[in-house]
């Protein structure tokens, strides 16, 4: 089931004006492919990501799943935000458990649960609850309930963000180890490059006012694969050059700005 986003533009108020946040986005993700999409802050990423999510709307352009219109949210669509948000009066396995209610019988839900935490590797702390969990642990309570839900497509906005570094590596292991067992396709928002070019098989670098594709980039590296590989420094500096020419082009906006005013 692949997405399809064509021609999608988008725009918010501000000070009495639209200010353009998305323009002419095109973009096809094939079944089984992890995306990442990859910007300076304000390139509109995670804005893309909630029109895909169904919680808003574009101003014109077309989204599909599989050849159907995206208008609202879906249960073929996960979401995993940078934080966990889980329900603190429930257990870990309870917090899995929740959004398959009315869906299945209470023993299957229970099963499908426990399936899930141990692809996160989290099996043990079922019975635990949300405070008695590390910051990195309850993300991966978070991405083994969307993946509970079955989705088609799970889509991902800096879930490692506001992780320390040793734990955001090791979280990129088990998502790419999650990956590779069941071929999720999973659009991913990050600000980083290393884990953009350690993660995905296409990387969408993506340029500011307005937000746009600048490049897509395939990343034609086996799995796993290796942080340390001339290769994947390779693909690291090219994309660095790219969005350091465009940081470059927005500091002189701001500075033409500045000075006009």
């Keep these: 089931m692949f997405l399809s986003i064509e021609n999608v533009e988008k725009s918010f108020g501000k000070d009495g004006r639209r200010e353009l946040v ?16 990859l910007g300076p802050s304000g390139c509109g990423k995670s804005t893309l990501l909630s029109i895909v999510a169904g919680l808003g709307n574009p101003d014109s352009g ?5 050849g159907r219109d995206i208008r609202k949210p879906g249960k073929e669509r996960g979401m995993v935000f940078q934080e ?6 429930l257990n870990v396995e309870e917090n899995v458990m929740f959004p398959l209610k009315g869906s299945m019988s209470r023993d299957r839900m229970r099963e499908t649960a426990r399936h899930h935490l141990r692809l996160v590797q989290l099996s043990q702390y079922g019975g635990h609850h949300p405070h008695e ?18 989705p088609a497509v799970l889509l991902m906005d800096e879930p490692f963000g ?8 090791r979280l990129q292991d088990v998502l790419e180890g999650i990956w590779i067992e069941t071929k999720k396709t999973i659009l991913f928002v990050t600000h980083s490059i290393q884990e953009a070019v350690r993660l995905s098989d296409r990387v969408i670098v993506m340029g500011t006012h307005p937000g746009r594709i600048l490049q897509d980039i395939p990343i034609r590296l086996g799995r796993p694969r290796n942080l ?13 050059g790219l969005l350091k020419t465009e940081n ?7 500075m033409r700005h500045a000075a006009s005013h």
Excluded: C
Aim: hydrophobic letters at 45%.
């Design 22 to 37: 998305l323009q002419d986005i095109n973009l096809r993700v094939e079944e089984g492919e992890f995306v990442s999409l």
């Design 62 to 66: 077309r989204l599909q799943l599989g």
């Design 84 to 89: 966990a948000a889980l329900f603190p009066w």
């Design 133 to 150: 969990l590390s910051g990195g642990m309850q993300q991966r309570v978070s991405i083994a309930r969307a993946l509970a839900m079955d």
């Design 162 to 169: 506001a992780l320390d570094e040793q734990t955001r590596m």
């Design 228 to 240: 340390h590989a001339g290769e994947m420094a390779e693909y690291e500096a090219h994309i660095l």
């Design 248 to 254: 470059d082009k927005v500091e002189e906006e701001e």
